[in-house]
């Protein structure tokens, strides 16, 4: 016996046309948070078909109720479908002109239940209805199951169940993604494609530039991926590119300290990929220049809104994609409170570092002012080319294989990544291109068991400062 399964957030059945104005209902809110969805009729709530008699007029009046009652009109595919051998229903609806409002009241999907919609909420969307680009997260992608990077999405899972914000513990790509309704039949919504899946939807543009202007770089990358790796690699670009004080306390550790606090960094990022305007088919950016560090999304600030609303005064945030930004509260990434730039704030202001927030004409802008430290970084490393000067976060790697050999995966755990990626792998690379890092196995360059070890070279480099300058007092 064919089972369609539990109703979701953008899934419902109904067991009869007799429950036409609760179907209507249920439409409306599921257009009002993911901009489409599926209805059945014909099947019980628990998913199991039970089949309805269908005429013509069957199908006129399910027409009829929608156009009539449903604002602004949409145009649903309305089929019959042979589910166990007994006729139902099967409507396949969207629209992106939110708010939607069935006989004349507007309701959002909660779960399977569809509530009404707060006069707060409402607002939001009135303010946000010519930004259309929230029905982009919500759309059916071009992605499989097969295509998901299950590696991350264990992860993702882990972090979200031990944060107590879901109550269910990784099975299978298909049933947790079910149950986080990121997940249409067989493909996935263009959030999860984001979020899990290897595509150029989320691509990140990073550069160094030589001068204050955007003009010459002594570095340039792009790439693209999952939002989970893109905002690591963006962050380790950054480390890898920005100044580290060293100081000694009497204990036995150094401690280093970037001139950029990592944690409004991190905010930064992922709050440039949640509200990210995907439609727009930019990529986000890092730039770091001499006097400061920008991170950039094409994704235009809430109209009506400045960003002094949410820093000095506790306005409600009006969100771009809130798929992504549920799926992101979950594991702890984000909190969904419109709290990001304050937090931003807050760790600059306790760190002596500036940071604007600049509104563009195509997007939205963080840019973190940097300071010279004098005497930060003076000479240079001995043993590399001249000029080349160790950044915090190839020490850390070469630190990672003081003891004993550690593979690239063991190594980014040790950092304290999920899993490593392109940037920590070009990283090693240049490690054992400058003679401080060497494979275990190195006739075989690829096999599964190969780690790195620290040379004889890395190790000379090991001791005390490692090429840094104690703080002066």
Same mark, same amino acid.
Not at 232 to 238: G, K, P, Q, V
Not at 248 to 254: H, K, N
Not at 339 to 359: N, P, S, Y
Not at 408 to 421: M, P, Q, R
């Given at each position: 016996?064919?089972?369609?399964?539990?109703?979701?957030?953008?899934?419902?059945?109904?067991?009869?046309?007799?429950?036409?104005?609760?179907?209507?209902?249920?439409?409306?809110?599921?257009?009002?948070?993911?901009?489409?969805?599926?209805?059945?009729?014909?099947?019980?709530?628990?998913?199991?078909?039970?089949?309805?008699?269908?005429?013509?007029?069957?199908?006129?009046?399910?027409?009829?109720?929608?156009?009539?009652?449903?604002?602004?009109?949409?145009?649903?595919?309305?089929?019959?479908?042979?589910?166990?051998?007994?006729?139902?229903?099967?409507? !396949?609806?969207?629209?992106?002109?939110?708010?939607?409002?069935?006989?004349?009241?507007?309701?959002?999907?909660?779960?399977?239940?569809?509530?009404?919609?707060?006069?707060?909420?409402?607002?939001?969307?009135?303010?946000?209805?010519?930004?259309?680009?929230?029905?982009?997260?919500? &759309?059916?992608?071009?992605?499989?199951?097969?295509?998901?990077?299950?590696?991350?999405?264990?992860?993702?899972?882990?972090?979200?169940? =031990?944060?107590?914000?879901?109550?269910?513990?990784?099975?299978?790509?298909?049933?947790?993604?079910?149950?986080?309704?990121?997940?249409?039949?067989?493909?996935?919504?263009?959030?999860?494609?984001?979020?899990?899946?290897?595509?150029?939807?989320?691509?990140?543009?990073?550069?160094?530039?030589?001068?204050?202007?955007?003009?010459?770089?002594?570095?340039? !990358?792009?790439?693209?991926?999952?939002?989970?790796?893109?905002?690591?690699?963006?962050?380790?670009?950054?480390?890898?590119?920005?100044?580290?004080?060293?100081?000694?306390?009497?204990?036995?550790?150094?401690?280093?300290?970037?001139?950029?606090?990592?944690?409004?960094?991190?905010?930064?990022?992922?709050?440039?990929?949640?509200?990210?305007?995907?439609?727009?088919?930019?990529?986000?950016?890092?730039?770091?220049?001499?006097?400061?560090?920008?991170?950039?999304?094409? &994704?235009?600030?809430?109209?009506?809104?400045?960003?002094?609303?949410?820093?000095?005064?506790? =306005?409600?945030?009006?969100?771009?994609?809130?798929?992504?930004?549920?799926?992101?509260?979950?594991?702890?990434?984000?909190?969904?409170? &419109?709290?990001?730039?304050?937090?931003?704030?807050?760790?600059?202001?306790?760190?002596?570092?500036?940071?604007?927030?600049?509104?563009?004409?195509?997007?939205?802008?963080?840019?973190?002012?940097?300071?010279?430290? =004098?005497?930060?970084?003076?000479?240079?490393?001995?043993?590399?080319?001249?000029?080349?000067?160790?950044?915090?976060?190839?020490?850390?790697?070469?630190?990672?294989?003081?003891?004993?050999?550690?593979?690239?995966? =063991?190594?980014?755990?040790?950092?304290?990544?999920?899993?490593?990626?392109?940037?920590?792998?070009?990283?090693?690379?240049?490690?054992?291109?400058?003679?401080?890092?060497?494979?275990?196995?190195?006739?075989?360059?690829?096999?599964?068991?190969? !780690?790195?070890?620290?040379?004889?070279? &890395?190790?000379?480099?090991?001791?005390?400062?490692?090429?840094?300058?104690?703080?002066?007092?």
């Amino acid at each position: 016996m064919i089972s369609l399964g539990i109703e979701t957030e953008t899934l419902e059945f109904k067991k009869s046309t007799g429950e036409m104005k609760e179907a209507v209902d249920s439409i409306c809110a599921i257009l009002n948070k993911h901009g489409a969805g599926e209805l059945y009729f014909g099947v019980r709530s628990d998913g199991i078909p039970i089949g309805q008699t269908i005429t013509e007029k069957t199908l006129r009046d399910i027409s009829a109720a929608i156009e009539n009652h449903i604002t602004p009109q949409i145009f649903p595919e309305i089929t019959v479908t042979y589910l166990n051998e007994r006729a139902c229903i099967l409507i !396949k609806f969207e629209g992106a002109n939110i708010p939607y409002f069935a006989y004349g009241k507007a309701k959002i999907r909660v779960a399977d239940r569809d509530l009404p919609l707060a006069p707060e909420q409402l607002e939001e969307y009135i303010l946000g209805k010519h930004d259309l680009s929230n029905a982009w997260e919500g &759309g059916v992608s071009n992605c499989s199951i097969n295509d998901v990077n299950e590696e991350i999405l264990k992860y993702y899972i882990m972090r979200a169940y =031990e944060n107590n914000r879901i109550n269910f513990k990784y099975s299978d790509p298909c049933t947790v993604l079910s149950k986080l309704s990121l997940i249409n039949g067989e493909k996935l919504l263009n959030a999860a494609k984001v979020l899990f899946c290897d595509t150029i939807d989320a691509e990140l543009q990073m550069a160094v530039f030589a001068t204050n202007e955007r003009l010459t770089f002594n570095d340039i !990358k792009r790439e693209h991926g999952n939002i989970f790796e893109l905002v690591e690699s963006a962050e380790l670009y950054i480390k890898n590119n920005i100044r580290w004080k060293v100081m000694f306390d009497g204990s036995l550790e150094r401690k280093e300290t970037p001139e950029i606090p990592t944690a409004a960094l991190r905010e930064a990022l992922i709050n440039s990929f949640c509200h990210k305007d995907y439609s727009a088919q930019q990529s986000n950016e890092v730039a770091i220049y001499p006097n400061r560090v920008e991170i950039y999304n094409p &994704g235009m600030f809430p109209k009506g809104r400045t960003p002094e609303d949410y820093i000095e005064k506790e =306005e409600r945030p009006i969100r771009r994609n809130p798929l992504l930004a549920r799926t992101l509260y979950y594991s702890k990434d984000v909190e969904s409170f &419109g709290t990001g730039l304050k937090r931003i704030k807050q760790e600059c202001d306790a760190a002596c570092v500036k940071v604007e927030f600049k509104e563009m004409k195509s997007g939205f802008l963080v840019a973190f002012l940097r300071k010279d430290y =004098e005497g930060q970084v003076e000479g240079q490393v001995e043993g590399q080319v001249e000029g080349q000067v160790e950044s915090g976060f190839r020490i850390q790697i070469m630190q990672a294989c003081t003891t004993s050999p550690h593979s690239s995966k =063991e190594i980014a755990v040790a950092l304290g990544y999920a899993t490593h990626n392109s940037y920590i792998r070009r990283t090693l690379t240049a490690l054992r291109e400058d003679g401080l890092l060497e494979f275990t196995i190195p006739e075989k360059p690829g096999s599964r068991l190969q !780690k790195y070890r620290l040379t004889e070279k &890395g190790r000379a480099m090991m001791p005390s400062d490692h090429g840094f300058t104690q703080e002066k007092s």
